[in-house]
Nanobody, 114 residues
């Protein structure tokens, strides 16, 4: 079993920054993907960034603005979000993919005002 807990989020003006943090408990290897997703109202959940085996990748919409960092020893992952835009508003979820399951945190709200 894996437990995932997020922290951070909040309200920020456009152009501002926020940092999200996530801690996972349980047996997790570097091969297991730790990722951030987000879901805007009325929209499907979408991948924002992921990190595994020393590799990181990002959705095109956040490249150059967001940075995912993973501590493989501590099973933590953070998401530094800069130059935030109103369209970045949504509930952000941390996930751990350890087959056959994907484990999710409870989500944290990010609201960017224009």
């Amino acid at each position: 079993q894996v437990q995932v807990v997020e922290s951070g989020g909040g309200l920020v003006q456009a152009g501002g920054s926020l940092r999200l943090s996530c801690a996972a408990s349980g047996t997790i290897s570097s091969l297991n993907i730790m990722a951030w997703y987000r879901q805007a109202p009325g929209e499907q959940r979408e991948l924002v960034a992921r990190a595994f085996s020393g590799i990181t990748d990002y959705a095109d919409s956040v490249k150059g603005r967001f940075t995912i960092s993973r501590d493989y020893a501590k099973n933590t992952v953070s998401l530094q979000m800069n130059s935030l835009k109103p369209e970045d508003t949504g509930v952000y979820y941390c996930s751990v993919r350890r087959l056959p399951r994907t484990y999710w945190g409870q989500g944290t709200q990010v609201t960017v005002s224009s």
